[in-house]
């Protein structure tokens, strides 16, 4: 009676330990659900817990065992509630293992989500970057109506592929939403959003400029035209004949009053030039 004595407490005690154990163990994955520590510290402390978990089959089996090695000595209803704990137990351990395992899918799905983010943030600001390295770069030297439309529509199609990004800046702002440390990613998300808004408008300004740059280029270049057919007019008009003056005194006159026209011409033509030589 003395064995089955020291047996019936061993199996107690044991039975107490594990059950303690298990209790513990899931207040420290409850913990760890809310847990603002790093991802990566995140990821090593449940694997460690799901190997001390997986482990503690051992005990269960040798709970088992010893309960089997004293069944003969007890009676049936003691045999029935001693079964009836062990199922139990067993139960708490497999919920326990199941709820590690769960978590552990969602901290790899949090990590996963987190190094998307990152990549995709990566990615933006370098790209960022490049639109801001362009812009740094001055406009080159537009002599001319052509010249300046040139660089127009090469600075249209930096534009539209700056607006491009706008999705890609919108996705991951949302992104950074779901991560596990929204915070600090949303403030990342944030940052980034705001240099990019600084470069876009940089990018309409100087649009902006060259659209007027070259208004004023074509309207300068037409004024020109119109400026030196007028002058060529006025030499043809004002240059000596290759032959003699006609004796015919009409066609005199007439030539006479073309030469006066022109004049009268040149003197309203002062303004214009004044403006294209401004």
Not at 73 to 93: N, P, V
Not at 170 to 176: E, G, T
Request: glycine share 4%; charged share 25%; with cysteine.
């Amino acid at each position: 009676m003395e064995m089955v004595k020291n047996k019936w407490d061993h199996f107690g005690n044991n039975f107490e330990t594990l059950s303690i154990w298990i209790t513990e163990k899931e207040k420290e994955l409850n913990a760890l659900e809310t847990s603002s520590s790093a991802m990566d510290m995140q990821i090593n402390q449940i694997k460690v817990t799901i190997q001390e978990i997986e482990s503690k089959i051992s005990s269960i089996t040798g709970l088992e065992e010893e309960a089997q090695s004293f069944a003969q000595f007890i009676t049936t209803g003691e045999s029935a509630r001693i079964k009836a704990k062990l199922t139990q137990i067993r139960r708490y351990w497999e919920e326990l293992r199941e709820h590690a395992q769960c978590l552990e899918g969602t901290i790899l799905g949090h990590l996963s989500q987190q190094q998307k983010f990152e990549e995709n943030l990566r990615k933006i600001q370098q790209s960022v970057s490049e639109f801001e390295d362009k812009l740094a770069d001055p406009v080159k030297i537009c002599s001319s109506a052509t010249e300046t439309y040139k660089a127009l529509q090469e600075h249209m199609d930096l534009c539209q592929a700056l607006e491009s990004q706008s999705s890609a800046m919108a996705a991951l702002s949302a992104s950074a939403r779901k991560v596990a440390n929204g915070g600090s990613s949303a403030e990342g998300a944030a940052a980034l959003q705001q240099r990019y808004e600084g470069v876009l408008s940089r990018a309409k300004g100087r649009q902006a400029a060259l659209e007027n740059l070259l208004v004023h280029w074509q309207r300068l270049e037409k004024e020109l035209s119109t400026f030196l057919t007028w002058l060529e007019r006025c030499e043809a008009a004002a240059s000596p004949p290759e032959v003699d003056v006609s004796a015919d005194r009409v066609k005199v006159e007439s030539e006479l009053q073309s030469i006066q026209a022109s004049s009268g011409r040149c003197e309203g033509n002062e303004v214009l030039f004044v403006a294209v030589a401004s």
